[in-house]
Nanobody
Framework: VQLQASGGGLVQAGDSLRLSCAAS????????VGWFRQAPGKEREFVAA????????YYADSVKGRFTISRDNAKSTVYLQMNSLKPEDTAVYYC??????????????????WGQGTLVTVSS
């Protein structure tokens, strides 16, 4: 499975941005996909995850109600819609596919396939 994240950029607080994670590989459609982020000087942290069919989603408390994860398996793409952005959302955002099937993990060690990351900068 290969992943490529895109859609990052520089925005102002309160703006919206949509990240995309384009994937290739036969097993992608059967895998949970997660978004993680890493701010300067901080550890990578969980943001959101979605099951293979989109029926189950999880969010970090810090983004709940502002971010929405979705997927279009026909396009092999997972999205992260980010609304009401805050300066503390500034980070490199990564998409990742889970190692195993059948559940929706939130721990990054459960994800074995990673994209290259896209930078989101939110100015105040």
């Amino acid at each position: 499975v290969q992943l490529q994240a895109s859609g990052g950029g520089l925005v102002q607080a309160g703006d919206s941005l949509r990240l995309s994670c384009a994937a290739s590989g036969r097993t992608f459609l059967s895998r949970t996909v997660g978004w993680f982020r890493q701010a300067p000087g901080k550890e990578r942290e969980f943001v959101a995850a979605i099951s293979w069919n989109g029926d189950t989603t999880y969010y970090a408390d810090s983004v709940k109600g502002r971010f929405t994860i979705s997927r279009d398996n026909a396009k092999s793409t997972v999205y992260l819609q980010m609304n009401s952005l805050k300066p503390e959302d500034t980070a490199v955002y990564y998409c990742a596919a889970a190692r195993s099937f059948g559940w929706v993990p939130r721990n990054l060690i459960e994800y074995g396939y990673w994209g290259q990351g896209t930078l989101v900068t939110v100015s105040s």
